[in-house]
């Protein structure tokens, strides 16, 4: 299952990006991203979001 973020909830502070095991996150303008077509759906960015930004598509 992919993850998607609320970049209205992110506060970009790039927990996720560093939790990522296959570096599907990033960066961008003060917000975090994921790319879905890298995504593998382990759930690791969503219980290291501190403002729980991140859910299951």
């Keep these: ?27 961008k303008e003060d917000k975090c991203i994921i790319n879905a077509d890298v995504c593998k759906g382990c759930g690791v960015c969503e219980s290291t979001c501190p403002v729980n930004a991140i859910s299951q598509d």
Excluded at 11 to 26: D, K, L
């Design 1 to 27: 299952m992919v993850y998607k973020i609320d970049v209205n909830v992110c506060v970009g502070c790039g927990a996720c990006v560093t939790s990522c095991p296959v570096s599907a996150i990033e960066q």
